[in-house]
């Protein structure tokens, strides 16, 4: 009893920073998923570079600097809190400070004593890819019509998703999804995240019409579809490095839920492909 109540104070916490990062936008946004990058970076590394005995100091800061560096970068050049001469002159600053991470990052790996250099470069910049840059290119929202509604949508898609997936897994799931990474997972709970992902759809649209005015409902409920299919795969890629890192959950940061990268293992997939999903519809609607 007592776990589920820290566990649910944790959780609405949780929530409660995002919806306030999300609604308020601007240096709170990005305050925010800057922590979020650096918490779920030093998890990633720590995991991955365990097993050789961990990473050097100067490398892991040199990788969440990087990681820090992208985020902020593209978060500032696409929330448009600068001006566009302005935008320009950072947003290549931005770039070439990146590029130049990336250039040391390869070179100080040759003066590295530790004992799998080549396996820790990769999970270097496997964290940019996997952590950082769906991290930055969240910030794109922004430039979409209605962009905090459907910023804040797509969270709560996710949510909605797990929570149907938890339900109806629960009470009919008899059929496993993938059971060589995640033995609990099935297909009538996968399908059940699937019909509240997209139910949601009808709810922003028909009772706040004023926020979502940009995109039809069949739109939003196409996010939906996309929202729910690709949690549920970043829900699977980090079981699947969590598994083969042999851990249970990435970290203990959050009482009750595990480490950050246990919070956001949806949203790391999600992102990218519901950016896709949203620049198809523009073009094409």
């Known amino acids: 009893m007592k776990?589920?109540?820290?566990?649910?104070?944790?959780?609405?916490?949780?929530?409660?920073?995002?919806?306030?990062?999300?609604?308020?936008?601007?240096?709170?946004?990005?305050?925010?998923?800057?922590?979020?990058?650096?918490?779920?970076?030093?998890?990633?590394?720590?995991?991955?570079?365990?097993?050789?005995?961990?990473?050097?100091?100067?490398?892991?800061?040199?990788?969440?600097?990087?990681?820090?560096?992208?985020?902020?970068?593209?978060?500032?050049?696409?929330?448009?809190?600068?001006s566009p001469f302005t935008v320009r002159v950072l947003g290549g600053t931005f770039f070439t400070v990146y590029l130049l991470y990336l250039v040391v990052r390869l070179v100080a790996q040759l003066y590295s004593q530790e004992s799998s250099p080549l396996s820790n470069l990769a999970y270097s910049y496997m964290g940019q890819m996997y952590i950082a840059l769906p991290l930055g290119l969240m910030s794109m929202y922004y430039?979409?019509?209605?962009?905090?509604?459907?910023?804040?949508?797509?969270?709560?898609?996710?949510?909605?998703?797990?929570?149907g997936a938890f339900l109806v897994g629960s009470l009919i799931g008899r059929h496993k999804l993938f059971p060589r990474i995640s033995p609990g997972k099935t297909w009538e709970g996968f399908f059940g995240g699937v019909l509240f992902a997209v139910g949601s759809a009808?709810?922003?649209?028909?009772?706040?019409?004023?926020?979502?005015?940009?995109?039809?409902?069949?739109?939003?409920?196409?996010?939906?579809?996309?929202?729910?299919?690709?949690?549920?795969?970043?829900?699977?890629?980090?079981?699947?490095?969590?598994?083969?890192?042999?851990?249970?959950?990435?970290?203990?940061?959050?009482?009750?839920?595990?480490?950050?990268l246990d919070r956001i293992d949806s949203l790391l997939l999600v992102i990218p492909a519901s950016l896709l999903y949203l620049v198809t519809v523009s073009l094409y609607a």
Do not use: Q
């Open 3 to 82: 776990n589920l109540i820290l566990r649910s104070l944790t959780g609405a916490v949780y929530v409660a920073l995002i919806c306030a990062a999300v609604l308020l936008g601007g240096w709170w946004f990005i305050a925010l998923f800057s922590l979020f990058t650096i918490l779920a970076l030093n998890e990633f590394y720590g995991l991955c570079n365990s097993s050789s005995g961990g990473e050097n100091t100067i490398t892991r800061v040199l990788d969440i600097a990087g990681g820090l560096i992208l985020s902020i970068g593209l978060g500032c050049v696409n929330i448009g809190l600068l």
């Open 143 to 163: 430039t979409f019509p209605d962009g905090p509604a459907m910023l804040l949508a797509m969270f709560v898609m996710i949510w909605l998703s797990d929570t």
């Open 202 to 260: 009808f709810v922003f649209k028909l009772c706040f019409p004023a926020f979502f005015t940009a995109f039809s409902l069949g739109s939003l409920c196409g996010l939906g579809l996309v929202v729910s299919i690709f949690a549920t795969w970043g829900d699977l890629v980090e079981s699947l490095i969590k598994r083969t890192l042999g851990v249970k959950d990435s970290g203990s940061l959050l009482p009750g839920h595990g480490g950050i």
